[in-house]
């Protein structure tokens, strides 16, 4: 295979250690009309994302809406420019659909649900241009929406990413890593309260392997945390600087 | 045919900063940040608390300002949808007609509710409503109008009971509605103010604020005549300007955060009479409106 995963040297194919996350860049609140809105890259994936609600349940949800929590209603979108070939269903397809189902599935772990009872609130993803771990990256931007909208959360919810290459974990994978076959872990985690909600493996591993990939997806959790956290304080700073002007 | 109108463009370029201000004293957090450890605090909204045992940590659960009120801690969001109060004056907008009621949009987590019973009906005040009257709703208010309003009450899932049942309120008429978050609106006695520059204005607790020509009636700062008819005479082309300034103004404060209420408003008013007033769109003036205001305002607390 002329492909190497691992140089060996201890380098990737773009130049990356093995613990190395790409480089993550936020914004918040990038959206006026939408209540909460946020825009994040990670290497090459880049997601937008934008959250509306609590609000009143919408004409299709209005029989599912629970008395005593709130709805979560997932969108997940990938643009048609945003893969190596064209896509031509953008939403609707069964990996979207898929993907939707595991975000809200996430999200109802840390979103507090009883605070907003009968209403339903809007999580729409939309995938501009996508490098690999598109989960990840998108529970993050569905986060930092989340974050921008006020919607009480119990914790940050961080998702990162990672493979196995020659007995090495990788973590963040990239698109060319992701299609190499090997075996992927996608975990997203509360990085305060140090608690796993959800991980999605694809592609097989040995049992003695699991270990040593889940300490590298939440050592690479704890970092994208720390980066996108120092990114919202100084939001909060700027925002609130004239906030209490009386 | 060539036409010499100029069109302005902006390249992207780094977020201006705000300048930091009054940031020391006050505690900003982040959803899970750990607020406090001390046993003697209550948790109020915006915070929670491991139900774990022994775990007596106070945790924040929105991004925004810590504001404790004696013992009880609060976290203010920087953004949030309404959270009404009874007594609270909104402006909103007739989403529905339904039976006996209309649903009104509030820009809150539920639409609030304005009962055929808390409104005046033409003809005095405490007639028995009848048939007549449910059929005849769509007369009074339909689809698309806009109100103004008085919480009357807050059920148990939050959503809110309207009654304009005082002649402040009611359907308005000719004017110009902005939106912005419900967190900039100061809370205070009076939110309805007749401004010195030939406008009147309604500050709704919603974040929908109505700006109307100066009401004419022999009674003052009457927004309303509390009934269904308004004032159909057209409304002359200063007084129009003025509006359009006011609400430009506004848009210019609630871009940077500033709170809103009468006097920041006059203020702002005040310092972008050196500007047209389709330039305050632009982001440069604004923030110069923005910044020579907040001097003014600082110069009043000063002196105060």
């Given amino acids: 295979m002329s492909l190497e995963l691992l140089s060996d040297e201890g380098y990737r194919m773009d130049g990356r250690k093995a613990n190395e996350l790409r480089r993550v860049r936020c914004n918040l609140g990038v959206f006026q009309q939408a209540d909460g809105s946020a825009y994040i890259e990670q290497g090459n994936t880049k997601i937008l994302a934008a959250v509306y609600g609590p609000h009143e349940p919408s004409q299709n949800f209005r029989s599912q809406v629970p008395h005593d929590n709130c709805l979560i209603n997932c969108e997940y979108s990938q643009a048609a420019f945003s893969g190596v070939e064209r896509k031509n269903r953008p939403r609707g397809d069964r990996k979207g659909q898929e993907m939707a189902a595991h975000i809200k599935q996430t999200f109802e772990a840390s979103i507090q649900t009883t605070l907003y009872p009968r209403s339903q609130i809007d999580i729409c993803l939309q995938v501009l241009q996508s490098d690999g771990s598109d989960y990840a990256v998108s529970v993050n931007a569905a986060t930092l929406a989340l974050i921008d909208a006020g919607i009480t959360m119990k914790d940050y919810i961080i998702a990162c990413s990672a493979s196995l290459a020659k007995g090495v974990s990788l973590v963040d994978i990239n698109h060319v890593e992701e299609s190499v076959g090997c075996a992927e872990l996608s975990a997203a985690v509360l990085p305060k309260l140090g608690r796993i909600v959800y991980t999605e493996l694809n592609g097989k591993l040995h049992e003695d392997e699991m270990g040593q990939i889940l300490e590298a997806v939440e050592a690479g959790c704890q970092d994208v945390f720390h980066v996108l956290e120092q990114h919202v304080r100084e939001h909060v700073k700027d925002t609130a600087a004239n906030f209490a002007v009386s | ?304």
């Avoid at chain 2, 055929?116 to 339909?142: H, I, T």
């Fill in chain 2, 1 to 304: 045919m060539s036409s010499n109108k100029t069109i302005e463009m902006k390249l992207p370029s780094k977020r201006q900063k705000n300048a930091v201000q009054n940031v020391s004293n006050r505690m900003l957090v982040t959803p899970g940040d750990v607020i406090t450890e001390d046993t003697i605090y209550m948790k109020g909204h915006g915070t929670y608390g491991t139900n774990i045992e022994g775990d007596k940590r106070v945790i924040a659960s929105v991004a925004g300002v810590v504001e404790p009120i004696n013992k009880l801690i609060c976290v203010k969001p920087l953004k949030t949808r309404y959270n009404g109060e009874v007594g609270d004056v909104i402006v909103g907008r007739i989403k529905d007609v339904q039976q006996k009621r209309w649903k009104v949009e509030t820009n809150s987590r539920l639409d609030s509710v304005l009962h055929l019973s808390s409104v005046n009906l033409r003809g005095g005040e405490l007639r028995r409503r009848s048939a007549a009257d449910e059929f005849a709703m769509r007369e009074y208010l339909k689809e698309g109008d806009l109100i103004s309003a008085e919480i009357q009450q807050v059920h148990a899932d939050g959503s809110l009971s309207l009654h304009t049942r005082s002649l402040r309120y009611g359907k308005l008429g000719q004017g110009c509605c902005v939106v912005v978050s419900p967190s900039l609106i100061k809370r205070r006695k009076n939110h309805m103010h007749n401004l010195s520059c030939g406008v009147s204005i309604i500050l709704g607790n919603n974040g929908y604020v109505w700006i109307s020509p100066l009401v004419k009636t022999a009674t003052d700062s009457e927004a309303g005549d509390g009934g269904f008819d308004f004032d159909k005479e057209p409304v002359t082309a200063d007084d129009r300007e003025t509006i359009c300034r006011v609400r430009n103004a506004i848009l210019c404060l609630a871009k940077h955060s500033v709170m809103l209420y009468d006097t920041s408003v006059q203020y702002a008013y005040d310092k972008s009479l050196d500007y047209e007033a389709k330039h305050l769109l632009s982001d440069d003036v604004a923030s110069e409106i923005v910044d020579r205001t907040l001097m003014e305002i600082d110069l009043l607390k000063g002196n105060a």
